[in-house]
């Protein structure tokens, strides 16, 4: 697990052979402290922390069946580093103004920070962070602008930036002289936190915390990049949707939205759906239409057979006003056509779980 994945434990293979498991209970034993949601039930999750070391963190569930008695089992799951420092860059302005000289100063980082330190002229005691808040996004990511007056001419700036990990970036430091280069900070992705859903849920993904610094985003794209492949809604905006697929046990879905910005540099964030089975059949019935045709007396006569991927009743009809009709598994139907005559003809199935598959149409000619 890398830090930031949304971690599932699951004890529903508890068993009680003379009664049934009344409670659950889950704690944490070792490694650095999460957040576990729903401890007290089968399935707990929480969000890996962030850690810079490889790290073991092991919980133990506790089931109590329905006379009280208690058995418990442990679990480990081991947890990838991250030892990458951070890199943090620099844009700055300056003009004079009474008699001093004012810099406005953007530092920025490459990831999400716990806070960016800097300093003027190499003074130990003026060490400054720009306090930042890292449960929010922007300021996780951009100090300033800082403006600083002075009456010296082109000081030095010092500055540095630590991660979440606790990871710390080398000491940077330039000269304040206005030729430090104004480059475009690439936009940052936010692809929202990693969500568990139930197959046959609706699902919206939303990017609305993804921002640029130093400009606007221009475009959004969503891509499915994992897990059984869905039908993404409004894929080129913020918000996309989609209706979570029928499993086989539980699955997972991966996400990824790309932010361009206005001059063309993009930014990425992955989210992670955890779908859950729920045992239910939850998917529509698949009819596939296909017809003989053969000329009679100048016109067409259709035989046509009706073919559904699971046990299912297949109706079908020729005019809007008629009743729906049952068509057996396995027959055809005939329609014989008069000369130059167009009919539709409409079509569904409903499979034995009551799901209905969406009305299907073909012109006879």
Request: a negative charge.
């Amino acid at each position: 697990m890398a830090v930031g994945d949304l971690v599932q434990l699951d004890g529903t293979a508890s068993i009680d052979p003379d009664g049934s498991i009344s409670s659950y209970q889950w704690v944490q034993t070792a490694g650095s402290m999460v957040d576990l949601s729903g401890s007290d039930s089968a399935t707990p999750n929480f969000s890996a922390p962030y850690v810079m070391n490889d790290e073991i963190l092991s919980f133990e569930l506790t089931v109590t069946d329905n006379s009280g008695a208690q058995a418990a089992d442990s679990v480990s799951i081991s947890l990838q580093g991250d030892a990458v420092p951070p890199q943090a860059t620099l844009q700055e302005t300056h003009y004079k103004s009474q008699g001093k000289w004012v810099y406005e100063v953007l530092l920025s980082a490459d990831e999400a920070v716990d806070d960016i330190y800097w300093r003027i002229d190499n003074l130990a005691t003026n060490v400054t962070t720009c306090g930042l808040d890292d449960t929010v996004a922007w300021q996780a990511y951009i100090c300033g602008p800082i403006v600083i007056e002075t009456l010296n001419l082109n000081p030095i700036l010092q500055w540095y930036a630590v991660d979440l990990a606790g990871n710390s970036s080398a000491v940077n430091s330039a000269v304040l002289d206005g030729n430090v280069p104004v480059v475009n900070l690439a936009p940052v992705a936010v692809a929202g936190d990693d969500q568990m859903v139930t197959e046959g849920d609706p699902v919206n993904l939303n990017g609305n915390g993804s921002f640029d610094s130093d400009g606007v985003i221009a475009s959004y794209s969503w891509q499915q990049i994992g897990g059984p492949a869905v039908t993404l809604v409004d894929a080129d905006t913020s918000t996309a949707s989609f209706v979570s697929t029928d499993v086989s046990g539980d699955m997972t879905l991966t996400f990824e939205l790309t932010v361009t910005d206005g001059q063309g540099a993009t930014g990425n964030d992955t989210i992670s759906i955890v779908v859950q089975d729920t045992g239910q059949d939850i998917s529509a019935p698949v009819t596939t239409y296909s017809s003989l045709i053969v000329k009679i007396k100048g016109s067409n006569q259709h035989t046509i057979t009706l073919t559904v991927n699971e046990p299912a009743t297949t109706y079908y009809r020729t005019d809007p006003a008629n009743p729906w009709v049952v068509l057996p598994p396995g027959d055809t139907f005939t329609v014989q056509l008069a000369k130059k005559q167009e009919l539709t003809f409409y079509y569904y199935s409903v499979d034995t779980a009551g799901n209905t598959e969406t009305l299907k149409t073909e012109l006879l000619q």
